[in-house]
């Protein structure tokens, strides 16, 4: 199913369309496309099959981010990008 | 088994406290329904979540679900599968798909098994990483079979302008976007021309959020508008599903028929309109789609523009890929369980013949697909 863990962003390539962010420490390049205009940096997004969808505010990504802190610092680098990755996977229905 | 224990961590937006609570609303409420209301969950997402935490047996016999076709693996007839099969046997093709595309069989068998014969197959989370390999092998035709419905449509549309760009020339798309609105309407229409001899019928829908994240909930206005069957736009956890019903129920037992949004957190009536305009600007509409099991459904699938015709797939390979139909399993009743008018334990094959490690039919592939839902949690099934 198509849930994410909020992600921070943490620099923005306007020419690109991209921006790199932060999911609990993993770090990787997503598109912009879908809310080119209303991003800044330091803004928490969700992801969507390696896309940000939607801003949400502070307070509630900050909750949210704690939940699942707990069990992903238990993890490996490795096995936190593939869980953090996984848990985005989708097959669009 | 990570993959699991990320999966106990949204057990805690899952408060069975708050289910439970919401389930004897919904009893208390639907006490004062004349007749037994039947909710169809579009989306394959939904199913899953209904099977997994047992959500119909908490509800009253007059509130009964029927499961829709929302499962985009499920309703891939096997003429495509067969495109994909074929265009990742080219030479010089690099095929990439997203989710379990890569186990459904076509007639020529699964990607899995094209990938075993040597073909060069790549599952991929996100339309961009696309977009990497086909950067890193300029010598390569990287197609992309894009599958999905209006949830991954625009990636697969960002994926062609961030191609275009940068000028890579060698990446394709092989369109098999659908539409969510579309094959609802069909399913009401058929079941409206011969509905006495069908034991479900459709009252009320709950639509799945992230479809409405990108397409807005506005989609589904013409439901209770023009059809008289109320909608909510619901969230995927267990509680949101609950809470939708409970809408739902409201809505019949003041008498309202409306087109409501439960997850009011990131779904709006008008959408993502960045996302909605790039999706029109490379796709449009097909005249005619074939679902798996549900047949031809008019405007209910996406193609890419005429003035992109070098990037599809469909166009460029034409002369190798066949359009003959092919016939399913002839003992496979997934047709009538995408129109939600059978349930998979009806199916003279479900959990012998059929099953997950060897699925005769497509909705026993995917996790989103109905006959897999029953088999992983079947022991919840009865009662
Ligand atoms: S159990 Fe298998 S054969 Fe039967 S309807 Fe489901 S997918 Fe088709």
């Known amino acids: ?93 | 088994m990570r993959k699991l224990q990320l999966k106990e961590l949204y057990e805690r937006f899952r408060d069975p406290a708050t289910i439970k609570a919401l389930a004897k609303l919904i009893e208390k409420e639907a006490r004062s329904l004349e007749e037994p209301l039947n909710i169809m969950e579009v989306c394959g997402g939904h199913t899953h979540t209904i099977m997994k935490y047992g959500l119909k047996q908490l509800l009253p016999d007059s509130i009964r679900f029927v499961h829709g076709p929302g499962c985009p693996v499920c309703i891939m007839p096997k003429e495509r599968i067969d495109h994909a099969y074929i265009l990742s046997k080219e030479e010089g093709v690099i095929l990439a798909t997203l989710g379990d595309m890569i186990k459904v069989p076509g007639s020529r068998g699964s990607l899995q098994k094209a990938r075993r014969e040597g073909a060069d197959i790549r599952f991929v989370y996100s339309p961009l990483d696309v977009l990497k390999i086909a950067r890193e092998n300029p010598d390569k035709k990287v197609i992309f079979f894009a599958i999905g419905f209006e949830t991954t449509t625009p990636m697969s549309a960002a994926l062609l302008e961030h191609a275009i760009k940068e000028g890579l020339e060698n990446l394709l798309l092989h369109v098999n976007h659908v539409t969510v609105p579309e094959v609802m309407q069909e399913l009401i229409d058929s079941r409206d021309e011969h509905i006495d001899s069908y034991n479900n019928k459709i009252d009320a829908f709950i639509g799945p959020s992230h479809v409405s994240v990108i397409a807005g909930a506005k989609i589904y206005r013409r439901f209770p508008q023009r059809y008289g069957r109320p909608v909510v736009v619901s969230g995927f956890e267990p509680v949101d599903v609950m809470e939708g019903v409970l809408m739902l129920v409201r809505q019949f037992v003041e008498g309202r028929c409306e087109l409501e949004i439960q997850y009011r957190r990131s779904v709006t009536m008008e959408g993502n309109t960045s996302a909605q305009k790039m999706i029109d600007r490379y796709f449009c509409k097909r005249e005619l789609f074939k679902w798996r099991g549900l047949g031809n459904i008019p405007h209910s699938a996406l193609r890419l523009r005429d003035e992109y015709a070098r990037y599809d797939a469909e166009r460029v390979y034409a002369d190798i890929l066949p359009l003959e139909e092919i016939e399913d399993h002839k003992l496979c009743i997934c047709g009538d369980i995408l129109r939600g008018m059978a349930e998979p334990t009806e199916c003279m094959v479900f959990g012998t013949a059929c099953k997950p490690s060897n699925p005769l039919g497509s909705c026993m592939v995917s996790s989103e697909g109905a006959c897999a839902a029953y088999y992983k949690y079947g022991d919840l099934i009865g009662g």
């Not at chain 1, 992600?7 to 609990?24: L, Y």
């Not at chain 1, 969700?46 to 939607?54: E, R």
Request: aromatic share 4%; hydrophobic share 40%; with cysteine.
């Open chain 1, 1 to 93: 199913m198509c849930l994410s863990i909020p992600s921070k962003v943490v620099s923005i390539d306007r020419e690109k369309v991209t921006a790199v962010v932060d999911t609990m420490g993993v770090k990787r390049e997503v598109g912009i496309d879908f809310i080119e205009h209303e991003v800044k940096l330091g803004d928490y997004v969700l992801i969507h099959i390696g896309f940000a969808m939607n801003i949400i505010g502070e307070e509630e990504a900050l909750a949210s981010i704690e939940t699942y802190r707990e069990i992903l610092e238990l993890m490996s680098e490795e096995e936190r990008q593939r869980a953090i990755t996984e848990s985005e996977s989708c097959n669009g229905g």
